[in-house]
Nanobody, 127 residues
């Protein structure tokens, strides 16, 4: 049973940076798709970034490309989302999601429908 715990959220001024962490337990990071999603107040969920740990392939939403970086630390079963040049519109609850044995398959990760496991979220506020 996969469990995910996010951390690293907080409040930051526009232009600043934050690094979110997702601890993955119950499955090793050798063959799993990990995604980061966000949902702002009154907005629908948005796929932000994803990584397939088997090959290291990464995927990004156009809104964060060039500013956010998703990486994994297999030794510590951690996935990070480094967020740079933050904007007020990045304000949202950020969630980590996982699906074992899935390569994220191109753009299909964006909908979130392929992920069976979700964390509780961590709030990011940019002012």
């Amino acid at each position: 049973h996969v469990q995910l715990v996010e951390s690293g959220g907080g409040s930051v001024q526009a232009g600043g940076s934050l690094r979110l962490s997702c601890v993955v337990s119950g499955y090793t990071l050798g063959n799993i798709c990990i995604g980061w999603f966000r949902q702002g107040l009154g907005k629908g969920p948005e796929g932000v970034a994803a990584i397939y740990t088997g090959g290291g392939n990464t995927y990004y939403a156009d809104s964060v490309k060039g500013r956010f970086i998703i990486t994994r630390d297999k030794a510590r079963d951690l996935v990070y989302l480094q967020m740079n040049s933050l904007k007020p519109e990045d304000t949202a609850m950020y969630y980590c999601a996982a699906e074992p044995g899935w390569d994220c398959y191109s753009d299909s990760w964006r909908s979130g429908l392929g992920f069976g496991y979700w964390g509780q979220g961590t709030q990011v506020t940019v002012s």
